[in-house]
């Protein structure tokens, strides 16, 4: 059931949780997956260069969930169907093992007396019908290598129990397992044993290993995924065997034999199974050290392509700006990496919640190394320069929401790569600097939007810079590798500072600080007029091209790679958030959990589980937090409204959050708590704080 239509005027009213970075591209890559009840849908945690990342599963894409990964190298992730919470093994260099829960609102760290020791790649489920976590092996690091084990332990929640059944597994890490709910059963695979790879197939039934020794099956393999696919009964293996490291091969096993898939046409390695609402998903993947974006869904004979939600593919030399008509942020050129071709690229994208690609009836010829820059004073974008095939060129292009047309101007720079472009708003005027092509003479243009006149200032020094413009202080900042100048709207001003960087940075100015921050090599840093200082940030810092878009205050950063580290992330003053408040109490409290993301135009959902069919339930919203909110308390502030619900079969009452797609609500802030009734004793959830976002 719905929300009352009393509780809409909740979300009338803005209110603003802190200013934060994070990723909004769809995954690619490789992950550990899980299907997650309470959420209904897979959740996985993807390993990338810039550290791990919560993802869940749409139905079309995997899009970044709104609560931080787990700490770590997460190898394992399952959903601890006792407790009705994820549970991730990471791996721990030279330290006790420990368990990160999940309730739906945060991670903790749960570390016992007696733990197995430290170990990478072991083989984990969970075992639903014993109510417990199953761990074999492993690979214990020594030196750089990794010994395989043959150890087994298991979890009740709480500590680790080491068992010494007498017939187990040889010893090995990186195999693959999952669990069998219908058999009850946990599957092992292969793995990396002592000296060779592995292709035996093993069965624990909570008392006892069994040897199956099937007479057909995969080839001897490591890093494979497995799953259970609850469609056909069966668990699932794809994977690569050593001897065809190339070619990726599906099997499914039905307690007896091994059966052969369709062939996975095509698909990268180092993909993961993920279980959603109806079946299996292979998903991600990564080719010679690119990360891949395959998606493919298990059918009755073997897996069938799904469409991929268009996105621009991994490029460098692209650039970015704010695109004032079509309301969003425009992406123009570059290179495709080695892997998929190198090739100059002529296509134009706008990301405003997602990407769309463009078919623009002009435009510029296909090019790296351009600048383009927001035109405030005429509400377009300017692009100039590059180059085409490593020759630079000199033409000047703006778009008007729609097309690209080519400027024909009087006067015109000369050829320029690799410059930069800023519109100087107080003035009216777009500031373009860069080396002139081939003397490599710094020099700086105007562009009035129909001509451009050479800057009577004096040269600058160092390779083309980056530039943005404060806003607050009506100039524009140039950053490179030996200082920093700022442009008062007639001449440079050449200030002292060397902005802290390996790399060339990203430029912007960030609406909630009121000042110009740099993302580099060197970290975040802000620019006051005198001198740069360091910012805590999560933010990527490998050569981003960033745009600030002025209406709402987001900025969005792209990591400009050619080598598979394609990486997008929006800062904006109102995320969609989720934050835990506060603990639960009672007997066997519900858990409250938001599915979805709390964003403008698309329905999230309040999700109660409160364990028993047909258990009343209460929800209170409200706009403010009790103060404070602790453990086992109240955490809903007054006044509150109130939705009266009943759980479903299986223990869970849904009740959907409308959102329109309405600018004012956009930073909107509640409170809510789940309460559960059972005769005059009444438990409560921990709480949730909810903000609306993009």
């Known amino acids: 059931m719905p929300l009352p239509d009393r509780l809409l005027p909740l979300f009338l009213t803005p209110a603003l949780f802190a200013q934060q970075w994070a990723r909004v591209d769809e995954f690619a890559g490789s992950a550990v997956a899980v299907f997650d009840p309470l959420r209904g849908r897979a959740i996985g945690v993807g390993q990338h260069f810039y550290g791990a990342r919560l993802w869940e599963f749409d139905g079309v894409r995997w899009i970044a969930h709104a609560e931080p990964a787990p700490a770590g190298q997460v190898e394992a992730l399952v959903f601890d169907a006792v407790r009705r919470r994820l549970l991730a093994f990471a791996y721990e260099p030279y330290s006790a093992t420990a368990i990160q829960a999940n309730d739906g609102v945060g991670w903790t760290t749960i570390r016992a007396a007696t733990a197995p020791p430290s170990r990478s790649r072991p083989q984990v489920v969970w075992d639903e019908a014993r109510g417990r976590l199953v761990l074999f092996g492993g690979g214990a690091a020594v030196w750089g290598t990794y010994t395989p084990l043959d150890d087994m332990w298991t979890w009740d929640g709480t500590n680790w129990t080491q068992l010494a059944p007498p017939l187990r597994p040889t010893p090995r890490f990186a195999g693959g397992c999952a669990y069998d709910p219908v058999r009850q059963r946990m599957v092992l695979f292969g793995g990396e044993g002592s ?51 190339t070619t990726t091969e599906a099997w499914a096993w039905d307690g007896a034999a091994w059966a052969r898939l369709q062939a996975v046409g095509g698909a990268p390695p180092a993909m993961f199974l993920a279980r959603d609402a109806t079946s299996l998903l292979l998903c991600g993947g990564r080719a010679n050290f690119e990360d891949e974006r395959a998606l493919l869904r298990l059918g009755p004979t073997g897996f069938v392509p799904l469409p991929v939600v268009p996105e621009p593919e991994t490029r460098a030399g692209f650039d970015l700006a704010y695109d004032p008509i079509g309301d969003g942020f425009l992406l123009f050129g570059g290179r495709r990496s080695v892997t998929h071709g190198n090739a100059l690229l002529a296509e134009t994208w706008r990301w405003r919640r997602g990407w769309q690609r463009l078919q623009p009836s002009t435009s510029p010829p296909a090019r790296e190394g351009h600048a383009m820059a927001h035109d405030v004073t005429r509400g377009a974008v300017v692009l100039f320069g590059g180059a085409v095939n490593g020759v630079a060129v000199a033409d000047t292009w703006t778009w008007n929401g729609t097309d690209w047309r080519m400027q024909m101007p009087v006067t015109s720079p000369p050829s320029m790569s690799l410059a930069a472009m800023a519109s100087h708003d107080a003035s009216g005027i777009v500031v373009l600097n860069g080396e002139q092509s081939p003397s490599g003479l710094n020099q700086t243009w105007l562009w009035d939007g129909l001509d451009w006149t050479r800057a009577n200032s004096q040269s600058l020094y160092g390779r083309p810079g980056v530039m943005a413009y404060d806003r607050q202080r009506a100039r524009i900042v140039r950053a490179y590798s030996n200082g920093t100048d700022e442009w008062n709207g007639s001449s440079w001003l050449q200030m002292a500072p060397t902005l802290p960087s390996s790399g060339r940075a990203g430029l912007v100015f960030d609406p909630v600080r009121a000042r110009v921050v740099a993302i580099s090599d060197g970290g975040l840093h802000q620019w ?93 919203v409200s706009l403010q937090p009790a103060a404070p909110p602790g453990p086992c308390a109240v955490v809903v502030g007054w006044p509150a409204e109130l939705a009266f619900a009943q759980a479903a079969n299986n223990g869970v009452a849904i009740l959907p959050v409308p959102m329109a797609d309405v600018p004012a609500l956009r930073g909107l802030r509640v409170v809510a708590q789940a309460f559960g009734l059972a005769g005059v004793a009444v438990s409560a959830s921990g709480g949730v704080a909810v903000q609306v976002g993009d």
């Open 195 to 245: 000296g060779s790879t592995l292709q035996d197939t093993w069965e624990w039934d909570g008392s006892n290993w069994r040897d199956l020794a099937p007479v057909t099956g995969p080839g001897p393999q490591l890093w494979m995924t497995m799953a259970f696919d609850p469609a056909s009964a069966r668990v699932v293996l794809v994977g690569s065997p050593v001897t065809a490291s």
């Open 528 to 620: 006051d007029g005198v001198t740069w200082s360091a910012l805590i940030s999560t933010l990527p810092r490998i050569r981003p091209r960033v745009a600030l878009d002025p209406v709402r205050g987001d900025i969005l950063a792209i990591v400009e790679s050619g080598g598979g580290l394609w990486s997008q992330w929006l800062s904006t003053p109102a995320p969609a958030l989720v934050v835990g408040l506060g603990g639960s109490c009672g007997l066997s409290p519900p858990v409250l959990s938001v599915r979805g993301r709390p964003t403008l135009g698309v329905s999230f959902d309040f999700a109660i589980d409160a364990g028993t069919a047909a258990a009343p339930i209460v929800l209170a």
